[in-house]
């Protein structure tokens, strides 16, 4: 609520093969899964591509986002401690048991709000001038994740203009 516009839902195909490329075509916005290696070379099907842990893009914009920066080491260890400690938690206490799995969830979650919170933040001020600091405070990386917030702030219609200071000058 009160952040811009739509971006079409993303549909989740939990299995595809190659009987499936042609209704693949036609969608704006999926994640998929298959174990049929062609797909890595259908470029026309996917942004991003991800063949256990190695992550492939075919578009420039998008290769800055595939480089680990200082705020996704700082994100990395964060998540680490929590997982740590949630597993100490399981260990002391034998009634206690969240699992991983709700600790990933929530750790992104509010990764997610505490990013739209600052964008809708500075939507509604009258300056509208997303800083790196502001970067920072969302837990992203000034440089390393600006096309991303750039795409973020496109996708959502979201009126605030982007002043990150080039690292270069």
């Given at each position: 609520p009160g952040i811009g516009g739509t971006i079409p839902e993303s549909k989740p195909f939990f299995y595809?093969?190659?009987?499936?490329?042609?209704s693949?075509?036609?969608?704006?916005?999926?994640?998929?899964?298959?174990?049929?290696k062609i797909f890595e070379e259908k470029r026309e099907?996917?942004?991003?591509?991800?063949?256990?842990?190695?992550?492939?893009?075919?578009h420039d914009h998008l290769q800055p986002l595939l480089k680990i920066n200082s705020a996704d080491r700082e994100k990395y260890r964060r998540l680490n401690e929590q997982r740590q400690m949630l597993l100490y938690s399981q260990e002391v206490e034998e009634d206690y048991n969240p699992?991983?799995?709700d600790l990933f969830v929530l750790?992104?979650?509010?990764?997610?709000?505490?990013?739209?919170?600052?964008?809708?933040e500075v939507s509604a001020s009258q300056d509208k001038t997303l800083t790196a600091e502001h970067a920072r405070g969302m837990g992203l990386d000034p440089q390393g994740d600006r096309s991303f917030l750039m795409d973020l702030l496109e996708a959502y219609g979201i009126d605030v203009m982007l002043v990150i200071d080039n690292p270069c000058c």
């Open positions: 595809v093969n190659v009987a499936d490329i042609e693949l075509e036609v969608e704006v916005s999926y994640v998929a899964c298959t174990t049929e099907l996917y942004d991003v591509y991800v063949d256990n842990q190695n992550v492939k893009t075919h699992c991983e799995e750790f992104f979650l509010e990764q997610n709000n505490r990013i739209f919170q600052t964008l809708l």
